[in-house]
């Protein structure tokens, strides 16, 4: 019987929110999120994998933080006056527990709140997904398949 190489491991996903939202309040933000990535998400993402999502109103939160519908973007003077708390945030996430590796998946508004933390990551494994969408959201699926996730 072959056991994965995955199932030891923890690994981070830091993924942005989506402009499509349901309409809902006090729910978890992985439920909350409803564009193409979180679908992916919501399918494939295992047990091993903790979600952080970057929000243009909450800043970066938990998957299974809590929050209310909103209707913010995500601007590049925005990111800019995020950027330190955002790099407060994943410094302690990433202190707090030890990933074999981190996937990032942001667009260019959101990567500009990460400017701040490249000597956070010397001695991780991070991974970025790159190119159109499509390309990115491809990325996305296979990197939770690798990671323990199932096709169905």
Partial sequence: ????????????????????????????????????????IR???????DLFILSAKYGLIGGDD???????KMTSS?????????????QTLIEKSRYDEIFINLGKN??????????????LNVVYAQGPIGMRLHQLKQWLLSKGGCES
């Fill in 110 to 123: 959101y990567i500009a709140t990460l400017k701040n933390i490249d000597d956070l990551l010397v001695n």
């Fill in 1 to 40: 019987m072959n056991i994965p190489h995955t199932i030891n491991k923890k690994y981070l996903l830091i993924n942005s929110c989506s402009k499509k939202k349901r309409i809902l309040y006090g729910v978890k933000a992985i439920d909350l999120y409803d564009g193409p990535a979180f679908k992916i």
């Fill in 66 to 72: 809590i929050i209310d519908y909103y209707d913010e």
């Fill in 78 to 90: 925005k990111a800019e006056t995020m950027s330190e708390v955002i790099r407060d945030v994943f």
């Fill in 43 to 49: 399918r494939y993402k295992p047990k091993n994998v």
